[in-house]
T-cell receptor, first 113, second 114 residues
């Protein structure tokens, strides 16, 4: 049982390049989330999904797109990377409901030059 | 909207000292409250939680009580260890939606010195 895994762990992009971050969970969780973590700013929700085939915008969705084609996977895309998107990205999942714990992946550290 | 305010850090303590990290929140409805811990280079993991008023969450010697009257969920530990050095996040889960979305505080960095 690996929990929540993220690929890649590190990445350096040039401005304007695109990339996709992959999140996978093996806990059969319904809900999945993408956050970014910046120094002194806690975690901010980018996009989330309440089930396979569904996605919704979070607090800071601009510049990102997501897809949830399979229940276990949640992809985060950057179509044209900008230096402001330099951050650590965390994926999380939860079984469902507001009392449930979120389970986090180990993070992806992205630098955009 | 919902918000979580945590005591600003960093906090530096000597081993065996008493720890308090303050957390207050603003939310409509009846949120669940959480403390997560993040060790260097890792993702967040649940430390403890409370789902209704007056509940006490506890784990690994840490405790926090859900106080609706003061909208607080302060984290305490009687005797910290060097291994407790980490970043601690207070969070609430939105009871007004069925999406399990959470709002996080900015985090408090704790360093425990031997």
């Amino acid at each position: 049982n690996a929990g929540v895994t993220q690929t890649p762990k590190f990445r350096v992009l040039k401005t304007g390049q695109s990339m996709t971050l992959l999140c996978a969970q093996d806990m059969n969780h319904e809900y999945m989330y993408w956050y970014r973590q910046d120094p002194g700013m806690g975690l901010r929700l980018i996009h989330y999904s309440v089930g396979e085939g569904t996605t919704a915008k979070g607090e800071v969705p601009d510049g990102y797109n997501v897809s949830r084609l399979k229940k276990q996977n949640f992809l985060l895309g950057l179509e044209s990377a900008a230096p402001s998107q330099t951050s650590v990205y965390f994926c999380a999942s939860t079984e469902g409901g507001n009392t449930d714990t979120q389970y986090f992946g180990p993070g992806t550290r992205l630098t955009v030059l | 909207g919902n918000s979580v305010t945590q005591m600003e850090g960093p906090v530096t303590l000597s081993e065996e000292a008493f720890l308090t990290i303050n957390c207050t929140y603003t939310a409509t409805g009846y949120p669940s409250l959480f403390w997560y811990v993040q060790y260097p280079g890792e993702g967040l993991q649940l430390l403890l939680k409370a789902t209704k008023a007056d509940d006490k969450g506890s784990n690994k010697g840490f405790e926090a009580t859900y106080r609706k009257e003061t909208t607080s969920f302060h984290l305490e530990k009687g005797s910290v260890q060097v291994s407790d050095s980490a970043v601690y996040f207070c969070a609430l889960s939105d009871s007004n939606t069925n999406a399990g979305k959470s709002t996080f505080g900015d985090g408090t960095t704790l360093t425990v010195k031997p």
